[in-house]
Structure formats: structure tokens, C-alpha cells
């Protein structure tokens, strides 16, 4: 019995030439009822603040670090491709929004999602969306799905104890990861 070839997922920030996979990629996830709409001139602009997730050529991951004011980021388009869900990418990912936002010097990451359980595994709490007005008034109120998205606000916490805990686990301590 042969063994699967294990392929190295990278970690590396996103330029305007990753713009069209980035789109792709939502535009998988958006099908599946998991984000909201993008448009590709839009992912253009702001491809700089994407962290993708790099596995041989392909981009099977991808998340933005997108500022909501100077103490507030937020975690916004994660998205994994379906065939590599399971591996931890999207954690890996958030893992290293997070230290990219404590870095900057926000004090708090925010997420707005359909799937509460899964930050809430990464430390994140479910807050009411009046907690997080930076977010309303940058995005809610020109959103077409306003009051009636069904997305949760979730709020972590920026600080070192996040930072200390991570080096103890090798997988998330590093940038990249080895799986099937």
C-alpha cells in the first residue's frame, strides 16, 4: 500500500496578481451560502491585506485582515477551498490575522460569521453587533443583506497570552504545515 504525498501549506501575504484566485475562491465559498459578496476589483485593492494559504501552486485558502478603525480588525472572507477543509487551514490562517492585527496594534479581531462554533474554538466570543460599531457603519448599513444577514458578531481579544499559548503547539507556531 503506497503512502498519500504529503504536500507543505505556506502561509504568505496576498499581492493584486493573486486577485482573480482570491475571487475564485469566495466565489466557491459565497455559492455555498458561507460569504458575502466580493467583487473582484474590490479583492484587487485590498489583496495586500489577504493572507493566503499556499499548498504547490494552488491557493487553497485565503482570509483579509481588514481594518475597522484603529483599535478594531477584522477577519473578513475566510474561505477555504472544499478539498483541503479539514486540515486546519483556515485556523492557520486566522491564527496569523491575529498576529498580524496584535502586531499593528489593534486591540480587538472581530469575525461576522454563520459558523459561531467554529471561532468560538479559537477563543472568540459572540457579542451583540451593537458591540461593534465600526463594523456597522463601515459595512452593515451599505450591505444589501442588512438586518437580515443571520451572521453573528464574534470578538477575541488582542494580547500576549494568545501569542505564548500558539508557540506550544507546532503546527500553528509555524507558517506552514504538512498534510495529506
Not at 459558523?115 to 465600526?134: K, N
Not at 463594523?135 to 443583506?145: A, E, G, R, S, W
Request: include cysteine; charge should be positive; proline fraction near 4%.
Amino acid at each position: 500500500m503506497s503512502r498519500p504525498t504529503l504536500r507543505r501549506i505556506t502561509l504568505r501575504s496576498a499581492d493584486a496578481s493573486d486577485a482573480k484566485k482570491i475571487f475564485t475562491l469566495i466565489q466557491a465559498n459565497l455559492d455555498e451560502g458561507h460569504l458575502l459578496p466580493r467583487t473582484l476589483g474590490e479583492l484587487t485593492v485590498h489583496a495586500g491585506r489577504f493572507v493566503v494559504a499556499v499548498r504547490g501552486r494552488s491557493i487553497v485558502g485565503c482570509a483579509e485582515l481588514a481594518p475597522l478603525s484603529a483599535h478594531v480588525a477584522e477577519v473578513r472572507s475566510l474561505a477555504v477551498d472544499a478539498k483541503s477543509r479539514g486540515a486546519r487551514v483556515g485556523v492557520m490562517i486566522v491564527d496569523e490575522l491575529r498576529r498580524r492585527a496584535r502586531r499593528d496594534g489593534f486591540e480587538k479581531l472581530c469575525a461576522f460569521t454563520h459558523a459561531p462554533a467554529y471561532f468560538s474554538r479559537m477563543g472568540f466570543s459572540i457579542v451583540p453587533h451593537s458591540w461593534l460599531l465600526e463594523k456597522i457603519f463601515t459595512d452593515c448599513v451599505k450591505c444589501p443583506q442588512f438586518r437580515r444577514c443571520g451572521q453573528w458578531g464574534m470578538v477575541v481579544p488582542l494580547d500576549a497570552a494568545f501569542d505564548s499559548d500558539r508557540t506550544d503547539r507546532p503546527a500553528a507556531a509555524a507558517h506552514a504545515l504538512s498534510v495529506a
